[in-house]
Each structure stands twice: as structure tokens, then as C-alpha cells.
């Protein structure tokens, strides 16, 4: 109800739409962002609280000085229940819509408006109430609506603006209809002033200068209005910032961190169409048909986690790319989303890393009293088409082509040599220097023609299984 008056007080086009509900589904399917929200909404409320204790503290030094007297008490009271009501927002403010926080704020503006309009009870002498209005109490609602801005969202100071404008209209009305007046006053002044209405008007003591009190309604609504359509903006960037920090994770999950900071600062999309030269490898467990049928879906989801977990910790140390879960299998590339002269050697190194780390993991298993895993590993390098794939509702990052198709008939390959790595000969040309290093445990110069190829190719094999 308050965004709709708010927007009515807009122009035509500067009216907007109530995505509340917009948000409210990014948050739940993003969690960046309700965790920035979050932060945003607790960091606000902290330093929204801090910074009201401390005009407040302010305000309490300068009323004795302002009067001097025991009546001065009263506001110091008064004061005590604005941080009192401060203390409450800090321990209650949340994220989304909250009636206790609502019930809190406009707790905070009742106060404040009984502040403002009611006499000090404390005062001896007897005056018109509407002498309350000469103080320009109504400016100590601007600091409550700029602690505001720093701690709630748009549509709270949107309600900030139209709940103060209608509790400043009850004081009015209240006044006008149960104040205390002091006719001589009027008169004795009107007398003084014989001649000059205007003025009299304006030093009237009986008077509530009607005039005056819809300028600061109105001027108090539009400086609502701006720093609300400023919070809106702001909320907008924190669900920008939230979904970069989405985009960013995603990415995380498919390539190492050290690319991940690349890819986000280039300029270029990632995925362009185009090709290049890259290294294949997959991977497999051997026999995980069978093994999956010895034992129940929870171990072999653990199996697979803990499996998957071990890949792709030696993909990422090797600067590969984790390019899909393939079940049992994983499938990663090692040049993408840009090649490198080293691609080769760090897929034969991630496959040493691999197979190490395979043979601690058997270790443990085995200490438990669990089947050892075996693990067979197919590398290729070759051209291949890389570049999103799918349609507008759904886009994967994809690797295509050859390349791709040798490097999975080199792992299934595996099973037939019985060996744990198969390589082939473009493999080794890349390596360059490093082939003597990474190459010595390797067996070459074994051709083997190749399932849906018409030549066949020359393969390097690493290991043997019993």
C-alpha cells in the first residue's frame, strides 16, 4: 500500500513496477545473493544504530545548553527511548519483510512525533500548544529517515515517508482540536501589530501555520521519494554483485581458480564459437558396473562423491578444465578457455597425479576392509570446436569434435591392453622438451586402429593391471 501511494506521487514516467516478488525468487534460487543481502541489510543496521546513538548522544549534550533547566530532563528521557528503540531494531532487523521490525520503526515515528507536538509536562509556564511548532522539532525527522537509508530497503523509506506525513497530520488535528490556547496572547500581539496582518499571522502564538506545516510534509515526502528510488538503485547493484558472484562460482566449478580471475576480467565471451588445439582426457572407473551392483545407491553415491572430489582436485592443480561428470567418468580439457604451450605435459601430469592419488585412496579403502579401485585414463590432442551449446532456456559450455571422440576411445581402450593410461602419439609431439621426463615409464611404438577412425594411431601406454 505504501509503494503504491509512493509511486502515485511520481511523474508518469518515472513510475515503476513492484518486483518484490522478483527478488524474492533470486534470493531463494541464488544463494549469493540472499547471502549478500543478508550482510548488506546486518552491516546497514549496525552502522544505522551506531551512528543514532551517537546524534543522539550529540542532541543530549546540546539540549542543556539550549535550555538550561530541569525541564530539560523530559527530552533527555525522550532520548533514552529513541536508543532503547534503536537497541530493539538491532536485534530484530532482517532480511524480507518483518512486522516486529515495521512495528519498531513506527514505534520510532509515534515517539518522535509526540516529541515534537506534545507540551513538555515539566514546563511551568503555561503556553498555546501550537507554540510546540516554533522549534523546528519537524528537522529531527530527517535524522531518523537517513539512519533509515543506510539500514532499509527502498519500500521501508517509502513507508517512512507516508507514515510520518500521516502521524504529522494526526499531531495537527490533535492540536487544533484538543491544544491549549491562550486568546490574550493573540490579542495583545494582534494590538501591537495593528496594521500588520500579514505578521500577525505569522507571530501569532494560537497559530499553527497551516502553510508551513504542508511545506514540510511536502518537502519531506520528495527527499523520501529520491532516497528511496537511491535505495532501489543500490538493492539493484547488490543483486548485480550477486549474480557476478553466482556467474563466478559456476565458472569455479569448471575451471581453477587462477582462470576463473581471467576469465572474469576479459572482455571477450567465453563462449564465442571457434577452434582450437587442445588435450582430452577422460577418465573411468573400471568395472563400476558390476561394483555399483554389490552395494547400495548411498555407498556408491559416497564412492562417486569422493571419486569425483579426487579428479578434480588434480585437474584444477594442473590448470585442466573440468569440463563434465560423465557418471563413473570425468571428462576434463586442458587449453580451454585458452590453449598453452604447456597443455600436454599438465595433462600427463594431472594423470600421474591422478593415479597417485588413486593409490592412497585404495590404501584407505583397503585398511577398511573395501575393494580397491581401478582407474583407466585416455588422453588425446588434437583440434576441436568449442563454444555454447543448447538453447536460450539452457547453455553449456561444450567441447566438440575429434579430438574428443579419440581421446574416450583411447580410455576405453584401456580395458583391451589392460594398461592404466593411453596416450597418443600427438600427445607426446606437444610435450616437446619434457617428453624424456614425463614419457620414461611409458611403453611406445604400438599402432592401433581406432573404433570410427579409418587410419589408425600410434599410442603410448603407462601401466599394467594384474
Same mark, same amino acid.
Given at each position: 500500500?505504501?509503494?503504491?501511494?509512493?509511486?502515485?506521487?511520481?511523474?508518469?514516467g518515472?513510475?515503476?513496477?513492484? =518486483?518484490?516478488?522478483d527478488?524474492? *525468487?533470486?534470493?531463494?534460487s541464488?544463494?549469493y545473493?540472499?547471502?549478500?543481502?543478508?550482510?548488506?541489510?546486518?552491516?546497514?543496521?549496525?552502522?544505522a544504530?551506531?551512528?543514532?546513538? @551517537?546524534?543522539?548522544a550529540?542532541?543530549?549534550?546540546?539540549?542543556? +545548553?539550549?535550555?538550561? &533547566?530541569?525541564? #530539560?530532563l523530559?527530552?533527555?528521557?525522550?532520548?533514552? $527511548?529513541?536508543?532503547?528503540v534503536?537497541?530493539?531494531?538491532?536485534?530484530? $532487523?532482517?532480511?524480507? #519483510? &518483518?512486522?516486529?521490525e515495521?512495528?519498531?520503526?513506527?514505534c520510532?515515528l509515534?515517539l518522535?512525533?509526540f516529541?515534537?507536538?506534545?507540551?513538555?509536562p515539566?514546563? =511551568?509556564?503555561?503556553?498555546?500548544?501550537?507554540?510546540?511548532?516554533?522549534?523546528?522539532? +519537524?528537522?529531527?525527522f530527517?535524522?531518523?529517515l537517513?539512519?533509515?537509508?543506510i539500514?532499509?530497503?527502498?519500500?521501508?523509506?517509502?513507508?517512512?515517508?507516508?507514515?510520518?506525513t500521516?502521524?504529522?497530520?494526526?499531531?495537527?488535528?490533535?492540536?487544533?482540536v484538543?491544544?491549549?490556547?491562550?486568546?490574550?496572547?493573540?490579542?495583545? @500581539?494582534?494590538?501591537?501589530?495593528? $496594521?500588520?496582518e500579514r505578521?500577525f499571522?505569522?507571530?501569532?502564538?494560537?497559530?499553527?501555520?497551516?502553510?508551513g506545516r @504542508?511545506?514540510e510534509?511536502v /518537502?519531506?515526502?520528495? #527527499?523520501?521519494?529520491?532516497?528511496g528510488?537511491?535505495?532501489?538503485?543500490n538493492?539493484?547493484?547488490?543483486?548485480?554483485?550477486?549474480e %557476478?558472484a553466482?556467474?563466478?562460482?559456476?565458472l569455479?566449478?569448471?575451471?581453477?581458480?587462477?582462470?576463473?580471475?581471467?576469465?572474469?576480467d576479459?572482455?571477450?565471451?567465453?563462449?564465442?564459437?571457434?577452434?582450437?588445439?587442445?588435450?582430452?582426457?577422460?577418465?573411468?572407473?573400471v568395472g563400476?558396473t558390476?561394483?555399483?551392483?554389490?552395494?547400495?545407491p548411498?555407498?556408491?553415491?559416497a564412492?562417486?562423491?569422493?571419486?569425483?572430489?579426487?579428479?578434480?582436485?588434480?585437474?584444477?592443480?594442473?590448470? $585442466?578444465?573440468?569440463d563434465?561428470?560423465?557418471?563413473?567418468?570425468?571428462?576434463?580439457t586442458?587449453?580451454?578457455?585458452?590453449?598453452?604451450?604447456?597443455d600436454a605435459?599438465n595433462?600427463?601430469r594431472?594423470?600421474?597425479?591422478?593415479?597417485?592419488?588413486?593409490a =592412497?585412496?585404495?590404501?584407505?579403502?583397503?585398511?577398511?576392509?573395501q575393494?580397491?579401485i581401478?582407474?583407466?585414463?585416455?588422453?588425446h590432442?588434437?583440434?576441436?570446436?568449442?563454444?555454447? /551449446?543448447?538453447?536460450?532456456?539452457?547453455?553449456?559450455?561444450?567441447?566438440?569434435?575429434?579430438? #574428443?571422440?579419440?581421446?574416450?576411445?583411447?580410455?576405453?581402450?584401456? *580395458?583391451e591392453?589392460? %594398461?592404466?593410461?593411453?596416450?597418443?602419439?600427438?600427445v607426446?609431439?606437444?610435450?616437446?622438451?619434457? &617428453?624424456?621426463?614425463?614419457?620414461?615409464?611409458?611403453?611406445?611404438?604400438?599402432?592401433?586402429?581406432?573404433?570410427g577412425?579409418?587410419?589408425?594411431?600410434?599410442?603410448?601406454t603407462?601401466?599394467?593391471?594384474?
Amino acid at each position: 500500500m505504501t509503494s503504491t501511494l509512493a509511486e502515485r506521487m511520481l511523474p508518469q514516467g518515472l513510475r515503476f513496477r513492484d =518486483d518484490r516478488m522478483d527478488e524474492r *525468487r533470486l534470493a531463494e534460487s541464488n544463494q549469493y545473493l540472499l547471502e549478500a543481502l543478508t550482510q548488506d541489510k546486518r552491516e546497514g543496521l549496525q552502522l544505522a544504530v551506531r551512528l543514532r546513538w @551517537i546524534a543522539l548522544a550529540i542532541i543530549a549534550i546540546m539540549l542543556p +545548553f539550549l535550555n538550561f &533547566s530541569w525541564e #530539560v530532563l523530559y527530552y533527555e528521557a525522550l532520548i533514552a $527511548g529513541f536508543a532503547l528503540v534503536g537497541w530493539a531494531q538491532l536485534h530484530i $532487523g532482517q532480511v524480507g #519483510v &518483518s512486522r516486529k521490525e515495521l512495528a519498531l520503526i513506527l514505534c520510532d515515528l509515534v515517539l518522535m512525533t509526540f516529541t515534537i507536538v506534545a507540551p513538555n509536562p515539566w514546563h =511551568d509556564e503555561i503556553w498555546p500548544t501550537a507554540m510546540q511548532y516554533r522549534f523546528a522539532g +519537524f528537522s529531527y525527522f530527517y535524522v531518523l529517515l537517513a539512519a533509515g537509508t543506510i539500514a532499509y530497503s527502498w519500500r521501508t523509506i517509502f513507508a517512512f515517508g507516508t507514515w510520518t506525513t500521516g502521524l504529522w497530520t494526526i499531531g495537527m488535528i490533535g492540536v487544533a482540536v484538543f491544544g491549549v490556547e491562550v486568546p490574550e496572547l493573540s490579542a495583545q @500581539i494582534k494590538i501591537a501589530l495593528l $496594521g500588520n496582518e500579514r505578521m500577525f499571522e505569522f507571530l501569532d502564538p494560537n497559530s499553527l501555520h497551516i502553510q508551513g506545516r @504542508i511545506q514540510e510534509i511536502v /518537502i519531506f515526502l520528495i #527527499v523520501a521519494v529520491i532516497l528511496g528510488l537511491n535505495g532501489r538503485r543500490n538493492r539493484r547493484m547488490v543483486i548485480k554483485q550477486a549474480e %557476478v558472484a553466482r556467474e563466478r562460482a559456476n565458472l569455479a566449478r569448471h575451471f581453477p581458480p587462477t582462470t576463473v580471475d581471467v576469465i572474469a576480467d576479459r572482455d571477450q565471451p567465453l563462449g564465442a564459437v571457434r577452434s582450437q588445439t587442445v588435450t582430452v582426457m577422460f577418465t573411468d572407473i573400471v568395472g563400476f558396473t558390476r561394483m555399483a551392483e554389490r552395494h547400495s545407491p548411498e555407498e556408491v553415491i559416497a564412492i562417486l562423491r569422493e571419486f569425483h572430489l579426487i579428479m578434480e582436485n588434480a585437474v584444477f592443480t594442473h590448470q $585442466g578444465t573440468l569440463d563434465k561428470f560423465l557418471g563413473d567418468g570425468v571428462m576434463a580439457t586442458f587449453g580451454t578457455p585458452d590453449p598453452k604451450a604447456e597443455d600436454a605435459a599438465n595433462a600427463l601430469r594431472c594423470a600421474d597425479h591422478m593415479i597417485q592419488a588413486m593409490a =592412497d585412496w585404495n590404501r584407505r579403502r583397503e585398511s577398511a576392509g573395501q575393494e580397491a579401485i581401478k582407474l583407466s585414463i585416455g588422453i588425446h590432442s588434437g583440434e576441436v570446436v568449442l563454444g555454447d /551449446i543448447g538453447s536460450e532456456r539452457r547453455l553449456e559450455f561444450a567441447v566438440l569434435g575429434d579430438a #574428443v571422440n579419440v581421446a574416450s576411445r583411447l580410455e576405453a581402450l584401456t *580395458r583391451e591392453l589392460n %594398461v592404466d593410461v593411453v596416450i597418443s602419439q600427438p600427445v607426446q609431439a606437444a610435450l616437446g622438451d619434457a &617428453s624424456s621426463d614425463l614419457l620414461r615409464d611409458y611403453q611406445s611404438g604400438r599402432t592401433q586402429q581406432i573404433r570410427g577412425r579409418d587410419d589408425p594411431i600410434e599410442i603410448l601406454t603407462y601401466g599394467g593391471r594384474p
